[in-house]
Nanobody, 116 residues
Framework: QAQLVESGGGLVQPGGSLRLSCVAS????????LSWYRQAPGKERELVAT????????NYPDSVKGRFTISRDNAKKTVDLQMDSLKPEDTAVYYC?????????WGQGTQVTVSS
């Protein structure tokens, strides 16, 4: 009964900030590589950020590097995505993902809309 539940999405103006959170349960969270993905209408799902098991390594694509920060708390079984300097092109449904061995878990997603 693995679950990932995202929260924190909403409507923000360009240049604003938003913090997304994801709470996990039902699997070995601490052994999982965690990622945030996003998907805009008519576009492919794309990787936004990745963090390793102990949080020692993070990776971001150039499109969000310097603006987004991923973090995790293994005790709380949470992974967050801090988004700053938001742009309209950041508008998408954001999904939390956990990869553990041959297993791949996904949340339901949370909508982020950046518009003036």
């Amino acid at each position: 009964q693995a679950q990932l539940v995202e929260s924190g999405g909403g409507l923000v103006q360009p240049g604003g900030s938003l913090r997304l959170s994801c709470v996990a349960s039902g699997f070995m969270f601490e052994l999982s590589v965690l990622s945030w993905y996003r998907q805009a209408p008519g576009k492919e799902r794309e990787l936004v950020a990745t963090i390793t098991q102990l949080g020692s390594t993070t990776n971001y694509p150039d499109s969000v590097k310097g603006r987004f920060t991923i973090s995790r708390d293994n005790a709380k079984k949470t992974v967050d995505l801090q988004m700053d300097s938001l742009k309209p092109e950041d508008t998408a449904v954001y999904y939390c993902n956990a990869a553990w061995g041959d297993r791949d878990y996904w949340g339901q997603g949370t909508q982020v809309t950046v518009s003036s």
